[in-house]
């Protein structure tokens, strides 16, 4: 780029030039997947280098492992959606990229993660988050990411990210900060240039400035310049920053609207003015900021940064690379950044001494050794060394103050250190100079010391006295505040003519090249060094390929340690270690090369590398398969360590042979006397003798074989079978523990017997704690355990108080062993057995004990898993162990753990704040949210990520129940990916339990549960939709066993809690993606596994419930398109009533949707008959019903259908008069006096009962509401009271009321009845008789309450007070003249009266409200009404001529009418009409005797 770097160009100039730049530079990278990978290598290369530079027995924490390892995964996918060609793909990719490298984008700057700077983590996601923002079309946001990046980052951003984009876009503005560093420059180099008064400003000064000018330049002067350095760089920095922002302000604000001030363009103002400009051309040696090699980490970065940023990020310092970008050098002739080529580099120098105090070093890692004859009073501090390889290029980074006072121009310059300095000392053009390629060692150096790398163990070599020490630190030496770390780990160039030039230190003619690799970089089985490392759950590294032949082989086990695996499966591959080997590979090729190919190094004492060599486990996050491990760690260890010694046992060691065999002979006498005596206080002396020479062999391999033949071990068994002194029963326990650690056969040789265990089993049950531990050395199996009935005697072990100074240390602590055996036996059998063993530890106060040890760190993961089985055996206990329990523990078991360990701790956790009471749970939550030294949230979103799939739901549940704590925020990362997880979980269609999991994991958010751990949402959710049953039966028991201090709480502050949880549930799990978990669910509904559907049934049907008492955000359309079909199959299909009901509530919720509820109308035809029939169970079906009787798409007449089921002949009675219906029976009355029963249950008339106690006609029969007594009046002028019983009705009274009954209504108090007279008589049941006169004949009557509704003459219906009995028009209809108008029917159903009769104007009947007495509703038919029937849905009328008309209850509209069979061909006439309203059964009498049935449908 040449001419001015000043642009006058207005706002919207500068979006365009920044819109069209940064989506051409997006654009080449997405273009160019090569470069794309390079770039992806480099960046890793710095990571590694980091990696690399860290202590090597550091350690990281768990949680920022994962933060790399989300920037990882975020950068994959989003390759993966660059590459693929599906757009749901695509998609789908970039919205996980976007959720991963957003974790972090979101990192805090000043801070590190896992050793590396935050800042350079926020940048790279950033810039990848800019290409993602590209993909989905967004220019805009891909520009607002890419100033993200220079602005966080702009140090990184030019040399590593984008040197390109900076040189378009901010270099153009830095031409005043060029020009002070030019002129700057130029007037130091002048002062040190020998007679450079005649030279110009623009002279070529790189043609003086060479490695013999440094050396000729006082202290001061370089100083100087290294200041200079170091101000250049941070303002290039601080205004990258500035633009970058002003930039963001440009992009951010509208020039169309001026909604927004349009920024100001800020001047990027050097730190003084220069007093020329350079308008042309950059001279070469002005280099654009230091430039940093990949291969030297962060560690160059400066020591202190703008205030703008904030603290420094770390010193400056770096390691020389031989390929450094090649876009940061200026090229004068192309106007391109290129890269440096040197002939010769300078390296920053290892350590610089303060001239004020030469001797406060404080080497760190690595020491300077003086010699011993050496009168050195003042340490020569080698600063500069020119390097001769062509090959070797200077490093370009910022650095901080050095002091130089110490150097002395005299010092031969071959015996100087390399500096690692700031300063642009060559010029491209020095490269091309022919020089020398060797590099001899100086004389004064080669004197005093030799030195050779870290990695070849460190060793620094005296002349006279030598002394080796292994080190893998880097060196650091820190003088005046200035510390310069120097990694010994680098490379040496070999020159052409064949010597050596170190980088980073001066090779000398004595220094010891590395002899191999580091051993955690070599595999075990192969020998050779990494290429695809994986991490077992054992903590064992290996090579993949290896460890696949080893499982294909048919092991089951780690090849090091021989524990169990659980699985063929591997972990991904170690990418920490994976970086680390790469770091070291290119530091010695030679070497890495060398043992790729070679034979597995030699180990110590000869063994094996499968028995000797150990990995220390990657600081990166741990991949582990998920298994329940029952073995014992502390045993391993202390085996392994018993080993050991062993091994390191010689001539030479502590106990020589001679002693060995000499205790051995002293140990013959009481062996013998063991083996051979009957004298039982002969056989315990020995073995208090036998245990003392035990302890002072120290555990001899020696001593050990021969303590371990069977018949010594048979000795000590018969001891503990014989001995009652506790003393001796303890050592001898003592040693066969002692024993069984390095020797298995000994466990073998006691448990040939049978009744040796049986001893150990007794000494336990009789208080012998330490018996426990040999028993768990043992390891019997479940059978023997289970057999033993060890539970009171284990749990008493655990309550008992540990005994301080004990002089037998055994293996591991008594209560441990007891701990271990509790797992064991919970863990050991069934299902049955585990719960009946849990049960036993409960009653036997287990858990209170348990809780108390969990500060103990050995055993915690045992106790966990034992209350966790607890909890699933009894529920109920869940309370007191969260009142007791110290959650730290946990949290640190969790943090501590592998992947097994982790999962235990989850399922824990989630168990424990199942409880009963919503607020108490909410304090659990609070305190697990709160406890443990890391955050919980994070540590638990970062196992969510990389958890088994079995492990995943529960742990999702829990995220999401801790962010629920408090009002959901808009947006949360930790709900994001706690729904999410859920809802991939359910998506798993090949995976049916981890959908099982899912749904009890999203069954368990909603926060209800009993006392007893059962969760009682179906059953409150059938109670809202009015069926109660379940519900009671559920909560009976939970009252009676409710403790009364919980009785006392205020239910209502639970109740409205558990409210407000819920809604903040099924607010966040309906909002995620748009309603995506209703998608979820609808492929759950259709799942072929019952218990699957059910569950997804209840889950759905609650949430979709939860949405009517929600805001509607949109999602209602989503849930209907998902779910409405479904609930329709299920509706129709199920034959589970509650099944229906939960359909029927969820429906509910629909129809106050418009859309929804045409669509549901679409149904109605095939859905209505199971809705009448579940109407007398939910009192949500009616609101349905009615919903979809009001829309006008609906047609009434579709949703009625009849079948006529039976016709039955009582022609031999007479005339059917009077039909009722009443528990299931049917009940009918004849002219011939006759009484019937018939049973209608199975929707077939069964004659149960006739009786005959009437001597004439039954005109009418009559059933209060009690349903307790039936009526029946007659023309013998009597009333009988009948008692009512499924088979049989029983006559219990006889009223003679001295006229002739016609119609009749009665209850307990009085029976009013129709005469031949006017009006109705009123019959108190003690003979008294009152006639109520209103002229007028009464047809039909009806009571209701205190009412009495008397169908009257005249087309008039009176309304009768029964408490004073008195009567007033309810209703006068219009009268004629011609003709007579009479009500002849009248029926009450809830709340409505129903009045059939005479048909007047094309009216045949009215209904009436009984509250306000008006008319809701009429029946147009120009026929008379003679009877009515009604029932939930329908309205039935008959008329004389045998025609039965249905109606439409809700709108009084015809839809069909039904046609009496008139078999006999004569006129007879329906005498009687009753619907019955619980099986949709419609009964009809008539005057020939018979009685038909239909079937409503």
């Known amino acids: 780029m040449a001419g001015n770097y000043r642009f006058a160009m207005d706002q919207k100039d500068i979006v365009r030039l920044l819109t069209t730049s940064v989506g051409s530079f997006i654009q080449d990278r997405l273009i160019n997947q090569e470069e794309r990978t390079q770039h992806k290598e480099q960046c890793a290369e710095r990571l590694a280098a980091e990696d690399g530079s860290n202590d090597k027995d550091s350690e990281f924490r768990y949680s920022d492992q994962a933060v790399l390892a989300n920037l990882d995964w975020g950068i994959e996918a989003l390759e993966e959606a660059i590459n693929t060609s599906n757009m749901e793909t695509k998609l789908a990719r970039l919205d996980y990229a976007e959720k991963m490298l957003q974790v972090c984008a979101m990192l805090d700057s000043d801070q590190q993660t896992a050793g590396v700077p935050n800042f350079y983590l926020s940048a790279w996601a950033h810039l990848n988050l800019s290409y993602l923002w590209k993909l989905r079309n967004n220019v805009h946001n891909s520009v607002l990411h890419i100033l993200e990046m220079f602005s966080i980052d702009p140090f990184f951003s030019r040399i590593d990210f984008a040197p390109e984009l900076w040189k378009e876009l901010f270099l153009p503005q830095m031409s005043s900060i060029v020009g002070w560093y030019s ?381 169990p695996l659980c699985s063929n499966s591997l972990p991904k591959t170690n990418y920490v270690l994976k970086r680390l080997i790469t770091s070291w590979k290119e530091q010695y090729p030679d070497l890495a090369q060398e043992f790729s190919y070679s034979e597995t190094p030699k180990h110590s004492f000869g063994s094996s590398p499968l028995k000797d060599m150990t990995f220390a486990s990657s600081p990166s996050r741990t991949f582990n398969f998920h298994i329940h491990n029952n073995t014992d760690d502390h045993i391993n260890q202390r085996r392994k360590r018993f080993t050991q010694a062993t091994n390191a046992t010689s001539p030479t060691s502590v106990i020589s042979q001679a002693s060995v065999e000499t205790i051995i002979n002293g140990l013959k006498p009481y062996v013998t006397c063991l083996c051979t005596s009957e004298n039982l206080q ?118 008992n108080k540990t005994e301080e100074f004990d002089e037998l240390q055994f293996v591991m602590e008594p209560k441990d062993a007891a701990i271990e055996m509790l797992e064991q036996i919970l863990m050991g059998g069934d299902k049955k057995s585990r719960s009946i063993t849990a049960l036993s530890l409960i009653s036997a106060n287990g858990i209170p004990a348990l809780i108390k040890c969990l500060d103990r760190v050995e055993v915690r993961r045992s106790i966990v898993s034992i209350l966790l089985c607890c909890m699933h055996a009894d529920k109920s206990c869940k309370t007191l162990i969260a009142k007791r329990i110290e959650l730290s523990h946990v949290l640190d078991l969790f943090h501590d753990g592998n992947d097994s360990v982790r999962g235990i701790c989850i399922n824990f956790l989630s168990e424990l704040v199942l409880l009963n009471r919503r607020t108490f749970s909410n304090q659990i939550l609070q305190v697990i949210r709160d406890e443990g030294a890391f955050s919980t949230m994070h540590t638990f979103l970062v196992y969510l990520q990389m958890a088994p799939m079995e492990q995943q739901p529960a742990t999702a549940s829990l995220l999401l129940q801790l962010d629920l704590l408090v009002e959901p925020r808009k947006m949360s990362m930790y709900r994001e990916e706690a729904v999410e997880a859920l809802i991939e979980a359910l998506r798993r269609k ?149 099944e229906k009901i939960l359909t029927a509530l969820a429906l509910k919720t629909f129809i106050s949707d418009p859309v929804a509820l045409e669509e549901l109308g679409k149904y109605a035809k095939c859905i209505y008959g199971t809705l009448r029939k579940l109407k007398k169970y939910s009192a949500v079906v009616t609101d349905i019903q009615k919903a979809l009787m009001n829309l006008s798409s609906v047609n009434a007449t579709e949703l009625w259908h009849c079948n006529e089921l039976t016709e039955l002949d009582s022609s031999t009675n007479g005339e059917v008069l009077s039909l009722i219906h009443v528990k299931g029976r049917v009940l009918s009355s004849h002219s011939d006096g006759t009484i019937k029963m018939w049973d209608s249950g199975k929707r077939v008339l069964r004659l149960i009962q006739e009786v005959r106690e009437h001597t004439k006609a039954v005109t009418c029969l009559y059933v209060p509401s009690s349903g307790d007594k039936l009526y029946s009046g007659s023309l013998d002028k009597t009333i009988r009271v009948w008692s009512i019983k499924p088979e049989e009705i029983h006559c219990l009274q006889v009223h003679n009321v001295k006229e002739a009954v016609h119609e009749l209504a009665a209850n307990a108090e009085i029976a009013c009845f129709v005469s031949p007279a006017t009006g109705v008589k009123a019959y108190n049941w003690s003979g008294a008789i009152k006639h109520i006169n209103f002229n007028k004949h009464v047809k039909s009557l009806v009571m209701t309450g205190d009412k009495l509704y008397c169908g009257c003459s005249g087309y008039s219906i009176q309304d009768v007070d029964l408490g004073n009995l008195t009567s007033t028009t309810f209703y006068a209809g219009t009268k004629k003249l011609l003709g007579k108008q009479t009500i002849h029917s009248l029926h009450m159903h809830n709340g409505l009266l129903f009045a059939g009769g005479s048909s007047v104007d094309g009216t045949a009947g009215k209904v009436f409200s009984i509250s306000s007495k008006t008319a809701v509703g009429s029946f147009t038919t120009g026929i008379d009404i003679q009877h009515l029937a009604v029932n939930s849905d329908f309205i039935f009328t008959a008329t004389k001529c045998g025609t039965i008309d249905v109606w439409l209850k809700e709108r ?5 009418s039904v046609k009496a069979n008139n078999s006999g061909g004569g006129h007879a006439k329906i005498t009687c009409l009753v619907a019955d309203n619980d099986v949709g059964m419609l009964f009809a009498g008539s005057s020939d005797g018979k009685i038909q049935a239909w079937a409503l449908e």
């Open 183 to 563: 002129e700057a420059r130029h007037r130091l180099v002048t002062e040190a240039i020998p007679d450079s008064s005649d030279l110009s400003l623009t002279a070529d000064m790189d043609q003086f400035f060479n490695e013999s000018l440094i050396f000729t330049m006082r202290p001061d002067q370089v100083e100087k310049l290294q200041q200079l350095e170091q101000l250049y760089g941070d303002s290039l920095d601080e205004n990258t920053r500035m633009f970058a922002k002003y930039y963001k302000d440009c992009m951010n604000s509208d020039s169309s609207t001026r909604t927004k001030v349009i920024p100001m363009l800020p001047i990027a103002e050097p730190p003084a003015t220069p007093l020329h400009e350079f308008s042309r051309s950059i001279p070469d040696y002005v280099k654009f900021g230091p430039v940093l090699p990949k291969s030297a980490g962060f560690s160059a970065v400066l020591k202190s940064k703008s205030n703008m940023r904030g603290p420094s990020r770390m010193n400056a310092t770096s390691m020389p690379s031989q390929d450094l970008d090649e876009s940061l050098v200026w090229d004068p002739q192309g106007d391109m950044l290129e890269e440096n080529e040197y002939e010769s580099g300078y390296e920053p120098v290892d350590d610089y001494i303060n001239s004020g105090n030469p001797n406060s070093a404080s080497p760190s890692g690595a020491k300077m050794i003086k010699d011993e004859e050496s009168e050195l009073k003042e340490h020569v501090n080698p600063i500069f060394s020119p390097i001769d390889s062509p090959k070797t290029r200077s490093p370009k980074i910022s650095s901080p103050k050095l002091d130089l006072q110490n150097l002395s121009p005299k010092t031969d310059v071959h015996g100087r250190k390399e500096p690692k300095s700031l300063l642009r000392l060559l010029s491209s053009r020095i490269s091309h100079s022919p020089v020398p390629t060797s590099s001899p060692s100086s004389p004064q150096l080669s004197k005093d010391y030799s030195i050779s790398s870290a990695d070849s163990d460190g060793e620094l070599v005296e002349k006279q006295k030598s002394s080796t020490r292994n080190s893998s630190r880097p060196r650091c030496m820190s003088y005046e505040n200035v510390n310069i770390v120097l990694l010994e780990n680098s490379p040496c160039n070999e020159s052409d003519e064949g010597s050596q030039s170190c980088n980073s230190l001066p090779c000398s003619e004595k220094m010891t090249s590395r002899s191999r690799p580091p051993k955690d970089f070599v595999c075990p089985i192969t020998g050779q060094i990494f290429n695809d490392p994986v991490t077992l759950e054992t903590g064992q590294t290996y090579e993949r390929k290896a460890i696949q032949e080893w499982l294909k082989r048919g092991n089951t086990t780690c090849p090091i340690t021989r524990q």
């Open 682 to 799: 002969e056989c315990e002396t020995a073995v208090l003798a036998i245990a003392r020479s035990w302890k002072e062999s120290k555990g001899d391999p020696g001593v050990h074989a021969y303590l371990s033949k069977p018949t010594i071990i048979n000795g000590f068994a018969e001891i503990l079978s014989a001995s009652l002194n506790r003393d001796v029963l303890r050592t001898s326990v003592y040693i066969l523990s002692e024993l069984m650690i390095a020797d298995e056969s000994v466990g073998d040789v006691l448990t040939s017997v049978d009744s040796d265990f049986d001893c150990l089993a007794a000494l336990l049950k009789n208080g012998l704690g330490e018996a426990a531990v040999l028993i768990y050395q043992l390891r019997p199996a479940f059978a023997q355990l289970s057999a033993h009935e060890f539970i009171p005697s284990l749990v008493q072990l655990v309550l």
């Open 990 to 1138: 090949d995976f049916p339990n981890s959908q099982m999991m899912a749904l009890d994991a999203l069954l368990s958010l909603t926060g209800r549960f009993t006392f007893s751990g059962k969760s009682y949402t179906e059953a409150l959710l059938l109670k809202i939709a009015g069926f109660d049953q379940p519900y009671n039966a559920l909560m009976k028991p939970e009252r009676l066993s409710k403790p009364e201090s919980e009785m006392v709480e205020s239910m209502e502050e639970e109740e409205q809690a558990a409210c407000s949880w819920e809604k903040r549930v099924a607010f966040v799990l309906c909002n995620h993606e748009k309603g995506s978990i209703f998608k979820a669910l609808e492929e759950c509904l259709k799942s072929n596994s019952l218990e699957m559907a059910k569950s997804c049934l209840v889950i759905a049907a609650w949430l979709t419930h939860m949405l009517s008492t929600l805001p509607d955000t949109g999602v209602r359309g989503t849930a209907r398109r998902s779910l409405l079909d479904e609930f329709i199959n299920v509706l129709q299909s199920s034959r589970n009533l509650e």
């Open 1452 to 1456: 009084v509209t015809r839809v069909a």
